[in-house]
């Protein structure tokens, strides 16, 4: 039996718990991978700060990572929406072809997107909890 709390509902409510989080997330839903300092530049954090976030929102499966050479020094590792970076837009209905694709990942077709994954993991978490109940009242 899952233990109550190990669900996806709780990993993508605290990810989502944190307003800065979210703002992480939504700039990458926009703009594609980045590097956690480009991440920490746009929020004006320091990189640690950065990369626990980021690499909580990996753990969740909100983020996927790759490590891409650069022409000069260490290889950048950069952090990217699990959606494929407009992908995700396209499936919430937004039109994201050719030229216009930049201009239409406006701030609330993101949102929506966000908010839709969290009712989903919380309608998830809602069956769990009854499914316990359930098992609790047979077994009495």
């Known amino acids: 039996m899952a233990r109550l709390g190990d669900t996806s509902a709780t990993r993508t409510a605290k990810v989502l718990s944190l307003p800065t989080r979210s703002e992480i997330l939504?700039?990458?839903?926009k703009s594609g991978p980045k590097t956690v300092k480009e991440i920490a530049d746009e929020f004006?954090?320091?990189?640690n700060v950065a990369r626990a976030h980021l690499d909580l929102m990996v753990e969740a499966g909100f983020l996927a990572t790759e490590t891409r050479r650069r022409t000069k020094g260490r290889p950048a590792k950069v952090?990217?929406?699990?959606?494929s970076e407009l992908g995700g837009l396209g499936e919430a209905g937004v039109d994201v072809t050719g030229a216009v694709a930049a201009a239409v990942a406006d701030e609330v077709e993101v949102e929506v997107r966000v908010l839709e994954r969290l009712l989903h993991d919380a309608g998830a978490q809602l069956e769990t909890i009854k499914q316990l109940l359930e098992a609790k009242k047979k077994g009495r």
Not at 26 to 29: A, E, F, G, P
Not at 44 to 47: G, K, L, N, R
Not at 79 to 83: G, I, L, N
């Open 44 to 47: 004006d954090i320091h990189p």
């Open 79 to 83: 952090y990217f929406t699990w959606e």
């Open 26 to 29: 939504t700039l990458l839903l």
